[in-house]
């Protein structure tokens, strides 16, 4: 115990000391000769870690949106009864299936919360028209087709956000919060052991003569110290630095992007060359 309580007061000791050096540092009242410099391949690091942090901390701050269904959902639509629509899209479901060819939608035995993006709501609104219209007419034909093609691109969306978590986001918030703070971590203590060995050295200056080996001892223990963890902190900066995964991390990021947008691409464009067949049907018969 008394070892314990030894060790704990000589940490508050250094912590003061480091505190009281780091006042005088900032205030002026130490030479800069007497300030001890660290390598400037060092300080190149630390500039490109803080960069790459910084770099981090902006993109999920941004893509943190993903996480979030409604984030393209219309703000008027949030609690409205359009959420609460599993009886209309069963009601569609039955219309769908029974006067479109090839094309079969589960349907739900109960009402079930809906999802809550821009394309499902177009989709709902569209099927809710289709039915207020009639199956018969070229419009509510459309709005069908329009509405099916809606539901699949709002399906590929939630896809597209749950690969992003997975293969983006979440590795990039393991970084900032592991290797990129482990770094921090390290020069923290680098910082800790330069203050403490400038303090040892204003400490050798003004010691008494009984107390000059002493203090020389404990300036060359700091000095030992301060090797060692800018070594361990050089490392740990180097691996966060060579480590290729947020750019693997990125380049899911875009995969995924191009999956949804292609699909979206190809759903519209099936409907548009039908569209375009309904429209002309429509003409002929207004002729």
Same mark, same amino acid.
């Given at each position: 115990?008394?070892?314990?309580?030894?060790?704990?007061?000589?940490?508050?000791?250094?912590?003061?000391?480091?505190?009281?050096?780091?006042?005088?540092?900032?205030?002026?009242?130490?030479?800069?000769?007497?300030?001890?410099?660290?390598?400037?391949?060092?300080?190149?690091?630390?500039?490109?870690?803080?960069?790459?942090?910084?770099?981090?901390?902006?993109?999920?701050?941004?893509?943190?949106?993903?996480?979030?269904?409604?984030?393209?959902?219309?703000?008027?639509?949030?609690?409205?009864?359009?959420?609460?629509?599993?009886?209309?899209?069963?009601?569609?479901?039955?219309?769908?299936?029974?006067?479109?060819?090839?094309?079969?939608?589960?349907?739900?035995?109960?009402?079930? /919360?809906? &999802?809550? !993006?821009?394309?499902?709501? #177009?989709?709902? =609104?569209?099927?809710?028209?289709?039915?207020?219209?009639? +199956?018969?007419?070229?419009?509510?034909?459309?709005?069908?087709?329009?509405?099916?093609?809606?539901?699949?691109?709002?399906?590929?969306?939630?896809?597209?956000?749950?690969?992003?978590?997975?293969?983006?986001?979440?590795?990039?918030?393991?970084?900032?919060?592991?290797?990129?703070?482990?770094?921090?971590?390290?020069?923290?203590?680098?910082?800790?052991?330069?203050?403490?060995?400038?303090?040892?050295?204003?400490?050798?200056?003004?010691?008494?003569?009984?107390?000059?080996?002493?203090?020389?001892?404990?300036?060359?223990?700091?000095?030992?110290?301060?090797?060692?963890?800018?070594?361990?902190?050089?490392?740990?900066?180097?691996?966060?630095?060579?480590? /290729?995964? &947020?750019? !693997?991390?990125?380049?899911? #990021?875009?995969? =995924?992007?191009?999956?949804?947008?292609?699909?979206?691409? +190809?759903?519209?464009?099936?409907?548009?060359?039908?569209?375009?067949?309904?429209?002309?049907?429509?003409?002929?018969?207004?002729?």
């Amino acid at each position: 115990m008394d070892k314990l309580n030894l060790f704990s007061n000589l940490n508050t000791n250094k912590s003061i000391f480091n505190q009281l050096q780091a006042a005088r540092e900032k205030f002026g009242a130490v030479d800069e000769a007497d300030i001890t410099t660290l390598p400037n391949d060092y300080i190149e690091l630390e500039n490109k870690v803080d960069a790459l942090e910084s770099v981090h901390k902006h993109l999920l701050k941004v893509t943190k949106v993903y996480e979030n269904e409604s984030y393209d959902y219309p703000v008027q639509f949030h609690n409205s009864i359009s959420e609460q629509s599993g009886q209309l899209w069963h009601s569609f479901s039955s219309f769908a299936n029974s006067n479109l060819k090839n094309v079969n939608i589960p349907q739900p035995t109960a009402p079930v /919360p809906q &999802p809550k !993006t821009l394309s499902h709501a #177009l989709s709902r =609104a569209a099927a809710t028209s289709a039915l207020e219209i009639g +199956e018969i007419d070229h419009l509510g034909n459309a709005l069908t087709k329009f509405a099916l093609a809606h539901d699949k691109i709002g399906n590929g969306r939630l896809v597209q956000d749950n690969d992003i978590l997975i293969g983006f986001l979440q590795p990039w918030q393991t970084t900032l919060n592991t290797s990129i703070q482990l770094a921090k971590n390290a020069r923290s203590q680098v910082r800790n052991s330069r203050l403490w060995l400038d303090s040892c050295k204003q400490g050798l200056k003004t010691a008494s003569p009984q107390k000059v080996e002493q203090a020389r001892l404990e300036m060359e223990s700091a000095e030992d110290k301060l090797v060692t963890q800018t070594e361990t902190a050089i490392s740990l900066m180097k691996n966060v630095l060579e480590n /290729p995964e &947020p750019l !693997t991390s990125l380049n899911k #990021l875009v995969k =995924a992007q191009i999956s949804y947008h292609s699909a979206s691409v +190809e759903a519209l464009n099936t409907i548009q060359g039908d569209l375009e067949d309904i429209q002309r049907s429509a003409e002929d018969d207004f002729k």
